[in-house]
């Protein structure tokens, strides 16, 4: 049986700010379940020997999601709709795109504050924000109460539940479990990203050695 503790340790208080800085401020931050994470970590705030204090996951946490959006918008503003051609774009699917469009006609700037509670959304939202004829201060307006209402909030809400007495005495479980629901789904997209990019290299392999017309032998 693996040592917890040790595996919390190792995971830590910068490693949850850097992949929250990472779901938003990189494209490829997608593959990261943020919501989990969070209320994990609020969780793990509750035990006996915490990683960290709640109050530094309630500052920290939202800071990070904060710079992680400035991050993407300026990806967007820097290189505009190209950069929904990346690799990282293909990897996520037109679905997602189309689903922050229809965020933005629908509630307009207030997308990006709503979109922190939508998994991949969150991801494409300061990007296309960045794009688009946004203000940069309107986006960080939102961008604030957004990860303000999403970082401290979800974390609270896991440090409650670690208030219940069934929780607190099953705490070594609890952990074991919220720790696999983070990492299995994460190396669950990764492994698909990977069978799905060794597809379309073999894909365009096969492309590449058909020519487009045969000569007939004699």
Do not use: C
Request: avoid cysteine.
């Amino acid at each position: 049986m693996f040592d917890v503790d040790t595996l919390v340790n190792s995971f830590g208080l910068f490693g949850i700010l850097a992949i929250v800085f990472m779901e938003t401020g990189l494209l490829i931050g997608f593959v990261f379940p943020g919501d989990t994470l969070l209320f994990t970590a609020g969780i793990m705030a509750h035990a006996e020997n915490p990683f960290a204090p709640l109050w530094v996951l309630l500052i920290g946490i939202p800071l990070a999601a904060i710079l992680g959006d400035q991050l993407g918008f300026l990806i967007g503003r820097r290189y505009g709709p190209r950069a929904l051609d990346s690799q990282a774009m293909q990897w996520i699917g037109p679905e997602a795109v189309e689903r922050t469009n229809h965020f933005f006609d629908r509630f307009g700037p207030a997308t990006v504050t709503l979109a922190r509670f939508v998994a991949v959304v969150r991801t494409v939202t300061p990007v296309v924000a960045g794009f688009s004829s946004m203000p940069h201060r309107t986006f960080t307006f939102y961008s604030v109460i957004g990860s303000v209402l999403w970082g401290a909030g979800i974390t609270s809400a896991g440090y409650l539940l670690g208030e219940v007495p069934v929780v607190q005495e099953y705490m070594h479980w609890v952990i074991v479990i919220g720790v696999s629901l983070v990492l299995f789904p994460m190396l669950i997209k990764v492994t698909t990203l990977i069978r799905h990019s060794r597809r379309q290299v073999g894909t365009e392999v096969r492309e590449t050695d058909t020519p487009g017309t045969r000569t007939p032998g004699r």
